[in-house]
């Protein structure tokens, strides 16, 4: 399949994930996987499409073709790979692929936020809250991670260091109170 072929290919697919038919995308990923099965960013997509329909084990499979046995993995396959671990219950792996990607590329905001969310899970809301400060030392500008660190430091019974937070993130970024949907309204 040339380049611009599978361009479209993947446009329709993202198109049809779009309009509500995640087979039609499925099917679509899978042609383009029959002509090249290490296609990076089709096996990115279906992962995605898999896990959003509740099929984990087809995900993984796809993010497993990506990740190579080298220490040096993409960031977007560790990510997924530790959302589907988090997802299954298996927080502790988890913690490892968000640490791995966190080492790899220090500034991707979602590996902090997924490692949070996963120590939270444990109940070691300490490693979370921690993780957090050090994520918003490195990216003072992450809404996300304001957000989040005021979801834990709320889990930690401190109201007033996640008023702080939040309203750092609507500082650092407005769009943050749409995303909200009203959530925070006695605020």
């Known amino acids: 399949m040339e380049k611009e072929d599978k361009h479209i290919h993947i446009k329709e697919a993202h198109e049809k994930v779009e309009a509500?038919?995640?087979l039609a995308a499925i099917a679509v990923l899978t042609q383009i996987l029959a002509q090249d099965g290490n296609d990076k960013e089709a096996l990115l997509l279906r992962a995605e499409v898999f896990q959003s329909m509740g099929c984990p084990k087809e995900a993984e499979a796809d993010i497993d073709r990506i990740?190579?046995?080298t220490e040096d993995s993409?960031?977007?396959a560790l990510l997924r790979k530790a959302a589907l671990r988090l997802a299954q219950g298996d927080a502790e792996s988890a913690i490892l692929?968000?640490?791995k990607v966190k080492e790899q590329h220090p500034r991707q905001g979602n590996a902090y936020i997924g490692l949070s969310t996963a120590y939270?899970?444990?109940h070691r809301l300490d490693l979370a809250l921690a993780v957090m400060d050090e994520a918003?030392?490195?990216l003072p500008d992450f809404s996300e991670g304001y957000k989040e660190r005021g979801r834990v430091r709320f889990l930690l019974h401190d109201q007033a260091g996640a008023m702080d937070d939040l309203k750092k993130a609507l500082e650092t970024s407005p769009d943050t109170m749409k995303a909200l949907g009203g959530k925070f309204s006695n605020i």
């Open 20 to 22: 509500g038919d995640p």
């Open 67 to 69: 990740l190579p046995a």
């Open 74 to 76: 993409p960031e977007e």
């Open 97 to 99: 692929y968000y640490n």
């Open 120 to 122: 939270t899970a444990t």
């Open 136 to 138: 918003l030392k490195r």
